[in-house]
């Protein structure tokens, strides 16, 4: 199987906000890793044309979102700089049907690599916590997909926002921060940090033994988004999306063409 060719295929949908249909339809016998080769290929082409690697992401890490998209286990993707927010305000050229989830992020100053890592090791690495939303529009059709089809198209990764405020990790406990996300003054989701594989710090324990299993490792100054804390809503043009982490201020996000 040509995976180059599957990833410059992933790469002009992405770049072009143009829908596919799921390649598991398409190419019979795809593995897991497979998938994960053709991220990286994919991901390749944009760090060639000058896009910088800024940290990773891990997806499918609460019930809530594993339950909305029907796959039922943890898979990780890519952060470029291309796609962070620097103010929070989304414009939805580009994109084909983008949803938003709230988010916590991990700030690191030290490196962390390997499969034995323990939860001690990510705090001693942690340099700051801060609150965060992702944009995740998929590739596919319908924003349907099998675990292969959404790792290839790196956990249908978007765009991302940090808040301005960090927090320190020792001041929060993590999993019991309660999150509410409304959309125009309307409650749409609620949430609290342990929807995250029990506490927040897991899923970065998580996207460590994974990246180890590719040779890869969390670098001093990168940043991982551990997951979305509720389901994932979708935006439209002029959605004014608020998202309020108890005890961690909010995030007021403008949406537009
Ligand atoms: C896959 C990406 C999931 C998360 O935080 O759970 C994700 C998807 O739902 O399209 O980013
Ligand atoms: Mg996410």
């Known amino acids: 199987m040509n995976l180059q060719a599957i990833a410059d295929e992933?790469?002009?949908?992405?770049?072009?906000?143009?829908?596919?249909?799921?390649?598991?339809?398409?190419?019979?016998?795809?593995?897991?890793?497979?998938?994960?080769?053709?991220?990286?290929?994919?991901m390749g082409k944009y760090m060639n044309e000058g896009q910088k690697l800024v940290g990773w992401k891990?997806?499918?890490?609460?019930?809530?979102?594993?339950?909305?998209?029907?796959?039922?286990?943890?898979?990780?993707?890519?952060?470029?700089?291309?796609?962070?927010?620097?103010?929070?305000?989304?414009?939805?050229?580009?994109?084909?049907?983008?949803?938003?989830?709230?988010?916590?992020?991990?700030?690191f100053k030290h490196r962390l690599e390997g499969d034995k890592i323990?939860?001690?090791?990510?705090?001693?690495?942690?340099?700051?916590?801060?609150?965060?939303?992702?944009?995740?529009d998929s590739r596919y059709k319908n924003f349907s997909f099998t675990l292969v089809d959404v790792v290839a198209d790196n956990a249908s990764s978007a765009k991302f926002y940090l808040a301005e405020q960090a927090y320190s990790p020792y001041q929060i406990a993590l999993d019991q921060v309660g999150v509410v996300m409304r959309r125009n003054g309307e409650v749409e989701q609620t949430g609290a940090g342990a929807a995250v594989l029990g506490h927040p710090v897991r899923s970065v324990v998580e996207q460590v033994r994974m990246l180890s299993r590719i040779g890869k490792a969390v670098e001093p100054g990168m940043v991982v988004l551990t997951g979305g804390i509720t389901e994932a809503i979708y935006i439209h043009d002029g959605d004014r999306i608020s998202v309020s982490f108890e005890g961690m201020g909010e995030i007021e996000l403008t949406v537009s063409q």
């Open 10 to 42: 992933l790469y002009r949908h992405q770049t072009s906000a143009a829908e596919l249909e799921k390649l598991t339809l398409r190419y019979e016998g795809l593995s897991v890793e497979d998938a994960y080769e053709i991220q990286q290929l994919c």
């Open 58 to 107: 891990m997806g499918l890490t609460s019930k809530a979102k594993q339950q909305s998209v029907g796959v039922d286990e943890p898979i990780f993707g890519h952060l470029l700089d291309g796609m962070e927010l620097y103010d929070p305000h989304v414009s939805l050229t580009g994109l084909i049907h983008p949803r938003v989830e709230p988010e916590l992020a991990f700030i």
């Open 118 to 136: 323990l939860p001690r090791d990510v705090w001693l690495a942690t340099e700051c916590v801060v609150p965060a939303v992702e944009i995740i």
